[in-house]
């Protein structure tokens, strides 16, 4: 079954960026979906379709999707981005749903 | 806006069915892919499976045999049924709709805790 791969935790300073990254086999040609979850709140959608925005997400949110390596940057960190994030694709081989591990994003 | 809510027994005893229902509100339940996702405690999310717009419905394998996702267009809900449990289901269970071109989990509801326990 497919397997993406992420960092456990991500620690930045306020202010600044933030990359996040999600490894998988070929993931170039799969969509990479990223969602944020708060402790205890459910697991919102920022990034779908690689790059894409859901309405009412900052700019500061972005993705890419060129090689590799998936990633996943915020930009101009804030307090409130801290929390956990999770990426995801549609592996349509096996027509599944798959999560990485998440990565758990400290503002320090 | 979609509005999405389960609901259902906060406690299986173990060997038993896990039965949860996530009723929708704001979008029909026929023109769009449901999933259903679980999140033990302290762990990362796990895709269980989706049911289609026409009731087709797909499984994660490593659940396969246990699990069942069914729908009821006349309330507008589609539901989870999880067979045998043990303490290793205890987790907090999301239902969330489905982009089926792409899978992207677009909306999701607030999740249930289920803890199997006897």
């Not at chain 1, 990633?71 to 749903?97: F, K, M, P």
């Amino acid at each position: 079954s497919y397997v993406l791969t992420q960092p456990p935790s991500v620690s930045v300073a306020p202010g600044k960026t933030a990359i996040i990254t999600c490894g998988g086999d070929n993931i170039r040609s799969k969509s990479v979906h990223w969602y944020q979850q708060k402790p205890g709140q459910a697991p919102i959608l920022v990034i779908y379709y690689d790059r894409d925005r859901p309405p009412g997400i900052p700019e500061r949110f972005s993705g890419s999707n060129p090689g590799n390596t998936a990633t996943l940057t915020i930009s101009r960190v804030e307090a409130g981005d801290e929390a956990d994030y999770y990426c995801q694709v549609w592996d349509s081989d096996s027509d599944h749903r798959v999560f990485g591990g998440g990565t758990k994003l400290t503002v320090l | 806006q979609v509005h999405l809510q389960e609901s259902g027994p906060g406690l299986v005893k173990p060997s038993e069915t896990l039965s949860l229902i996530c009723t929708v509100s704001g979008d029909s339940i026929t023109d769009y892919f449901w999933s259903w996702i679980r999140q033990p405690p302290g762990k990362g999310l796990e895709w269980l499976g989706y049911i289609s717009d026409s009731g087709n419905t797909h499984y994660n394998p490593s659940l396969k045999t246990r699990v069942t996702i069914s729908m009821d267009t006349s309330k507008n809900q589609f539901s989870l049924k999880l067979s045998t449990v043990t303490a290793a289901d205890t987790a907090v269970y999301y239902c969330a709709r489905d982009e089926a071109e792409t899978g992207a989990l677009d909306f999701w509801g607030q999740g249930s805790l289920v803890t199997v326990s006897s």
